[in-house]
């Protein structure tokens, strides 16, 4: 299975201040068809996931235009420009190129 | 608007089979795939599987030995099959919609927990 490794596990962000967390995969997410399936998810708690970003850097309908997405190959990147506290949360990136799909481990972004 | 809805049984005894069924509104299950995640408490995500309105499926090899999904078209449902559970498989499980050529998962039931216990 492609392993999926975020960095940080845990970030404590000061309102209005810029946030960035980390996602490796163990191998190249580069489809057959030359696209990059490589996803985000913000889970609130107690509540589901909810996609933010598909294919490296698109945004979800409704997400705000703050949560961006880049990277290639095995290097990704999401990042919140400004963080709000409604964007408190465990963050998941997912890789949807292998089988079977799989997910970092989670970051935990908190208010300082 | 697409709306995903959960439901089975809270609670299965050990060596027994989960059984969850996942209603979709907003949408048609004919056109789209569809997929099952689970979440232990306080652990991360786990994909488990997806079906198409063929019957067509992609387990997680890690289940793949104990899991079967099926899909009603004439219900707009689709359900997941666990067998010989043990505590392991205690966890809140997910259905979600996946567009077309997207390999994600883009709308997501509300889960439902399942405890596995005697």
């Known amino acids: 299975d492609v392993v999926m490794t975020q960095s940080p596990h845990s970030l404590s962000v000061t309102l209005g201040q810029p946030a960035s967390i980390s996602c490796r995969s163990s191998e190249s997410l580069v489809y057959s068809d030359g696209t990059i399936y490589l996803n985000w998810f913000h889970q609130r708690p107690g509540l589901s996931p909810r996609r933010l970003i598909y294919?490296?850097?698109n945004r979800d309908s409704g997400v705000p235009d703050r949560f961006s997405g880049s990277g290639s190959g095995t290097d990704f990147t999401l990042k919140i420009s400004r963080v709000g506290a409604e964007d408190v949360g465990v963050y998941y990136c997912?890789?949807?190129?292998?089988?079977?799909?799989?997910f970092g481990q989670g970051t935990k972004v908190e208010i300082k | 608007q697409v709306q995903l809805q959960e439901s089975g049984p809270g609670l299965v005894k050990p060596s027994e089979t989960l059984s969850l069924t996942c209603t979709v509104s907003?949408?048609?299950?004919?056109?789209?795939?569809w997929s099952w995640f689970r979440q232990p408490a306080g652990k991360g995500l786990e994909w488990i599987g997806r079906i198409y309105n063929t019957g067509d499926t992609n387990y997680n090899p890690s289940l793949k030995s104990r899991v079967t999904m099926s899909i009603d078209t004439s219900k707009n449902q689709f359900s997941l099959n666990l067998y010989s559970v043990t505590a392991a498989d205690t966890a809140v499980y997910y259905c979600a919609r996946d567009p077309r050529g997207d390999h994600g998962s883009d709308y997501w039931g509300q889960g439902t927990l399942v405890t596995v216990s005697s």
């Open positions: 294919k490296v850097s």
């Open positions: 997912m890789q949807g190129t292998h089988w079977p799909r799989t």
């Open positions: 907003g949408d048609s299950i004919s056109s789209l795939y």
